[in-house]
């Protein structure tokens, strides 16, 4: 089982949008509506900011919002500020679960 | 509040054996399931297992099934991870994981700070 599959790096400037993709198979992120998204600050436990795809925990800004098409789910930060530099990974249902994670750099 | 604090951590040879515990409060433990969720240095988050809330539902990993054996203890509210032939790639930072549910739904909304594991001689 190989993990689901980030780009490495993304960046934008503060009050931007980026994407990040998390592309799997049949078999786990296009197979259940069970994909989450973690928030991991460099030396913290990561944070959960998205589950059931599109949902957001109480207490995560609504500029995070997710998205599923098919086998690929994706993570939009909208109005990126500084506080949102960080490693992001996706964690399916199914499958080996995590993705391989993406570093997000506020320009 | 929730709090889940690892230990059992440390330097251990090849070969060996480490048993990492995790103590839960702040929440109904026997009301989820819980998982071991490990991060390499430098490198990604791997999940390593789960257990429901009864033990009824379990699960590994592929690189450490047959080796690792994780256990709960709800009368103690505590997670195990009973970690044999240690293996240098399992040098890790481990974590425990609260999931949402009482099956393994791989959702984790609260995490501990991590026990590291070194393997090496």
């Known amino acids: 089982q190989s993990a689901l599959t980030q780009p490495r790096s993304v960046s934008g400037s503060p009050g931007q949008s980026v994407t990040i993709s998390c592309t799997g198979t049949s078999s786990d992120v296009g197979g259940y509506n069970y994909v989450s998204w973690y928030q991991q600050h460099p030396g913290k436990a990561p944070k959960l900011m998205i589950y059931?795809?599109?949902k957001r925990p109480s207490g995560v800004p609504d500029r995070f919002s997710g998205s599923k098409s098919g086998n690929t789910a994706s993570l939009t930060i909208s109005g990126l500020q500084a506080e949102d530099e960080a490693d992001y990974y996706c964690c399916s249902y199914a499958g080996s679960h995590f993705g391989t994670g993406t570093k997000v750099t506020v320009l | 509040e929730v709090q889940l604090v690892e230990s059992g951590g440390g330097l251990v040879q090849p070969g060996r054996s480490l048993r990492l515990s995790c103590a839960a409060s702040g929440f109904t433990f026997d009301d989820y399931a819980m998982h071991w969720v490990r991060q390499a240095p430098g490198k990604g988050l791997e999940w390593v297992s789960g257990i429901s809330w009864n033990s009824g539902s379990i699960g590994y990993a592929d690189s450490v099934k047959g080796r690792f054996t994780i256990s709960r203890d709800n009368a103690k509210n505590s997670l195990y991870l009973q970690m044999n032939s240690l293996r240098a790639e399992d040098t890790a930072l481990y974590y425990c994981?609260?999931?949402?549910?009482?099956?393994?739904?791989?959702?984790?909304?609260?995490w501990g700070q991590g026990t590291l594991v070194t393997v090496s001689s």
């Open positions: 994981a609260k999931d949402v549910k009482q099956w393994l739904l791989y959702y984790f909304d609260y």
């Open positions: 059931d795809v599109s």
